[in-house]
Nanobody, 118 residues
Framework: QVQLVESGGGLVQPGGHLRLSCVAS????????MGWYRQAPGKQRELVAS???????NYADSVKGRVTISRDNAKKTVYLQMNSLKPEDTAVYYC????????????WGQGTQVTVSS
């Protein structure tokens, strides 16, 4: 089992910035992908960014240039630095870890609310 605990959400004005953190614990495979997803009210959950254990990254077009994902494997932590935030970035942000082996296993955190509003 894997547990994921997110932190860093909150209320920020348009143009502001936030840094989300997600700490993983439990049975984590050496080959894994960690990512951030978000879900706004009435919308489907969508990928924001992901990063593999090898450091390969992937970003949603809507956040490219404003968001940076990084990870500290020693601390089992993934970060999401979000700059130039817009009201449309308002959502619950979820951390996800995928253990990759003969089969893949997905684990989700509880989510952290990000609200961008003046």
């Amino acid at each position: 089992q894997v547990q994921l605990v997110e932190s860093g959400g909150g209320l920020v004005q348009p143009g502001g910035h936030l840094r989300l953190s997600c700490v993983a614990s439990g049975s984590i495979f050496s080959n894994n992908v960690m990512g951030w997803y978000r879900q706004a009210p009435g919308k489907q959950r969508e990928l924001v960014a992901s990063i593999s254990s090898g450091g390969s990254t992937n970003y949603a077009d809507s956040v490219k240039g404003r968001v940076t994902i990084s990870r500290d494997n020693a601390k089992k932590t993934v970060y999401l630095q979000m700059n130039s935030l817009k009201p449309e970035d308002t959502a619950v942000y979820y951390c996800k870890l995928t253990n990759r082996g003969l089969r893949s296993y997905d684990y989700w955190g509880q989510g952290t609310q990000v609200t961008v509003s003046s």
